[in-house]
T-cell receptor, first 117, second 110 residues
């Protein structure tokens, strides 16, 4: 089991450019989550999908951020017109049975470190 | 304001000692609590979960939950240097995303 795979591990963009981050969940897991981690804000929930459908995007900044899950084997987080404050480690996680009374644990990938200059 | 608040922010524990960490949710709708551990440079990994009032023990780790006060605590006995990490408390309602606190950084010195 390769675990949750995230690419790229590091990405440097210039202010105003677009960044796309990829996540491959553990095979068979039905839920995929996106988080952002910084020293100041900690681990912030962005959005999650269950069976590829968006369920809760309450943490997503309404402008510039979007997430998709076109098939069960990958999800993407896209940030348009990146700003320095978007610099963070973006973590993807998957869960086998999240939402089934909330008992499923999250398995995190190693993260994608985004640096916006 | 964080919906999940943890204390203390940091903790220094001698090897073999006891570490006690606290966590409270301000969201009265939450039903489930988790503790995750994140070693430096690594991603978080689940340590323990608790969903019912009371206590749960796994090895050197014990968690308590009081659902009326939405308070959970994690206790690490016989602390080891390998326990040095950021400990994250998380809470959720049914079918919502998991909300994490800012964490307690534990340092165990030999």
């Amino acid at each position: 089991n390769a675990g949750v795979i995230q690419t790229p591990r590091h990405k440097v963009t210039g202010k105003g450019q677009e960044a796309t981050l990829w996540c491959e969940p553990i095979s068979g897991h039905s839920a995929v989550f996106w988080y952002r981690q910084t020293i100041v804000q900690g681990l912030e929930f962005l959005t999650y999908f269950r069976n590829q459908a968006p369920i809760d995007d309450s943490g997503m900044p309404k402008e510039r951020f979007s997430a998709q899950m076109p098939n069960q084997s990958h999800s993407t987080l896209k940030i348009q017109s990146t700003q320095p404050q978007d610099s963070a480690v973006y973590l993807c996680a998957s869960s086998l049975d999240w939402g089934g009374r909330g008992t499923g644990q999250l398995y995190f990938g190693e993260g994608s470190k985004l640096t916006v200059l | 304001q964080q919906k999940v608040q943890q204390s203390p922010e940091s903790l220094i524990v001698p090897e073999g000692g006891m570490a006690s960490l606290n966590c409270t949710s301000s969201d009265r709708n939450v039903d489930y609590f988790w503790w995750y551990r994140q070693h430096s440079g690594k991603s978080p990994k689940m340590l323990m979960s608790i969903f019912s009032n009371g206590e749960k023990e796994e090895g050197r780790f014990t968690v308590h939950l009081n659902k009326a006060s939405l308070h959970t605590s994690l206790h690490i006995r016989d602390s080891q240097p390998s326990d040095s990490a950021l400990y994250l408390c998380a809470a959720s309602t049914y079918a919502q995303g998991l909300t994490f606190g800012l964490g307690t950084r534990v340092s165990v010195f030999p």
